[in-house]
T-cell receptor
């Protein structure tokens, strides 16, 4: 059972289009992170959300944490070829401490933005 | 921001040999380090978690005698793949978490090491 359901798994769009990636769970998370990874490189942290209902913006990227802290979304406006990459959501389940504070990962969304 | 380095970035080794991958936190003290394995276009699979000065905790299905992890200092962890087989070929990524304040639980990732076993 995948604790963090990420969708869609693959997405191919044209430059200028908008898109949304979803990360859903039946569990409550104390924090949730979004990463972007390019081939042959490690993931790069984009944002961390910790408060239910929180919205954070990073240029054309908008991140939202659900009110119940069980889901999150990443919205990209006017996508550009440079946005191409693997987007990963990951979170720490509520109540975890110490060594149990391990990130739980979604399966990732492979985004291709065509010029 | 916090920087994590990995060395080597790419390594090719022959079947049966061992290879060591280093992970360093360059500008912060990493109390916990994580080792992941990743297949193409897939998410990260946690292999083990290590705290400085103590034995690593391995995830279910990961052979601790095959993947030796040492976290000898607050800035260095090593992963040694022993008796490597072609099926060990993969992208290995380390991550480090320091003494952060309450709230973010952020992990910082290295650039990864591409291991090819021939």
């Amino acid at each position: 059972t995948q604790l963090l359901e990420q969708s869609p798994q693959f997405l191919s769009i044209q430059e200028g289009e908008n898109l949304t990636v979803y990360c859903n769970s039946s569990s409550v998370f104390s924090s949730l992170q979004w990463y972007r990874q390019e081939p042959g490189e490690g993931p790069v942290l984009l944002v961390t959300v910790v408060t239910g209902g929180e919205v954070k913006k990073l240029k054309r990227l908008t991140f939202q944490f659900g009110d119940a802290r069980k889901d999150s979304s990443l919205h990209i406006t006017a996508a550009q070829p440079g946005d191409t990459g693997l987007y990963l959501c990951a979170g720490i389940k509520d109540g975890r401490a110490g060594n149990n504070r391990k990130l739980i990962w979604g399966l990732g969304t492979s985004l291709a933005v065509n010029p | 921001g916090a920087v994590v380095s990995q060395h080597p970035s790419r390594v090719i080794c022959k079947s049966g040999t061992s290879v060591k991958i280093e992970c360093r936190s360059l500008d912060f003290q990493a109390t916990t380090m994580f080792w992941y394995r990743q297949f193409p276009k897939q998410s990260l699979m946690l292999m083990a978690t290590s705290n400085e000065g103590s034995k690593a905790t391995y995830e279910q299905g990961v052979e601790k005698d095959k993947f030796l992890i040492n976290h000898a200092s607050l800035t260095l962890s090593t992963l040694t793949v022993t008796s490597a087989h072609p099926e060990d070929s993969s992208f290995y990524i380390c991550s480090a978490r320091g003494r952060q304040g309450v709230g973010a639980y952020e992990q910082y990732f290295g650039p990864g090491t591409r291991l090819t076993v021939t």
